[in-house]
C-alpha cells in the first residue's frame, strides 16, 4: 500500500513564495516516479512537474519553469515543490501522485493517467 500525504499549502500574498512537501509511505522509495499536478474545480488537473525515480531527471509544464522547483529528499521518502513569485492563477489544490517503476531512471512521467497514487491535495489561495 502507497500513501502519499501533502502539506505546507495555506494563504498567501502575491509575490511570495511557499513550499509543498509530500511524504511518500512505500517500501521502496527509490523505485518511485513522482508527479506535482493542481486543479481548480470546475476545470482540468494540470501537470506541473515530474521527478524520475532517483531524481535524475526531471521536468516542467512550460508555465512554472523558473518559478516552481521540485526536488525529492529519498532519505526523507519526501518530494517537494518549491513555488517561487506566485500570482492569483496559482490558487488551486495541489497534489503530488506516485507511480512504482523499473524503468529507466530518466524516465518521467507527465500525465495524470500514468500515477496510480495520490494524496489528499493541499490547497494553496494566492490573494491580490
Known amino acids: 500500500q502507497v500513501q502519499l500525504v501533502e502539506s505546507g499549502g495555506g494563504v498567501v500574498q502575491v509575490g511570495d513564495s511557499l513550499k509543498l512537501s509530500c511524504v511518500v509511505s512505500v517500501r521502496t522509495f527509490s523505485s518511485v516516479a513522482l508527479g506535482w499536478f493542481r486543479h481548480v474545480p470546475g476545470k482540468d488537473r494540470e501537470f506541473l512537474g515530474a521527478?524520475?525515480?532517483?531524481?535524475?531527471?526531471?521536468t516542467y509544464a512550460d508555465f512554472v519553469k523558473g518559478r516552481f522547483t521540485l526536488s525529492r529528499d529519498d532519505n526523507k521518502n519526501t518530494v517537494f515543490l518549491q513555488m517561487d513569485n506566485l500570482t492569483p492563477e496559482d490558487t488551486a489544490i495541489y497534489s503530488c501522485?506516485?507511480?512504482?517503476?523499473?524503468?529507466?531512471?530518466?524516465?518521467?512521467?507527465?500525465?495524470?493517467?500514468?500515477?496510480?497514487?495520490w494524496g489528499q491535495g493541499t490547497q494553496v489561495t494566492v490573494s491580490s
Open positions: 501522485a506516485a507511480r512504482i517503476t523499473s524503468t529507466s531512471p530518466l524516465r518521467v512521467y507527465t500525465s495524470a493517467g500514468d500515477y496510480s497514487y
Open positions: 521527478a524520475s525515480r532517483g531524481g535524475l531527471k526531471t
